[in-house]
């Protein structure tokens, strides 16, 4: 938690804008105290929707949230991604096929692809 905290721009007053991110802190901050692999994994999914959202949010310009702290957000993203998928035994996301590219949700396969990608390299 605390690597998360000083990641995304740390200060808990600049944070209060942003109801969000102090979701994604809350679900950090859950995730890090669970033992139960299926907890985990539950929280997993969480944090993977409610980054994806954020990021969205960013996409579009919303001024609620804090575009330099988008990189601590991305890299949680890509943790999560990768959490889930290791806990479903699989390599990549199935849904990443080529009928999604034209998809109205092409940026959000675009951003899962770019997160499997770099987890599979790093």
Do not use: H
């Amino acid at each position: 938690m605390v690597d998360w905290f000083r990641d995304s721009g740390g200060s808990a007053s600049k944070r209060e804008a942003d109801i969000i991110l102090k979701r994604i802190d809350d679900l950090v901050d859950i995730f890090n105290r669970q033992i139960e692999a299926f907890d985990k994994i539950y929280t997993a999914a969480d944090l993977y929707f409610t980054t994806n959202y954020w990021l969205k949010l960013v996409d579009q310009g919303n001024r609620t949230v804090n575009k330099s702290r988008e990189p601590a957000v991305f890299a949680l993203f890509k943790a999560a991604v990768d959490a889930l998928c290791k806990s479903y035994n699989v390599s990549e996301l199935q849904c990443l096929g080529e009928q999604f590219a034209q998809s109205p949700g092409s940026c959000f396969w675009a951003r899962i692809g770019r997160a499997r990608a770099e987890v599979g390299s790093g």
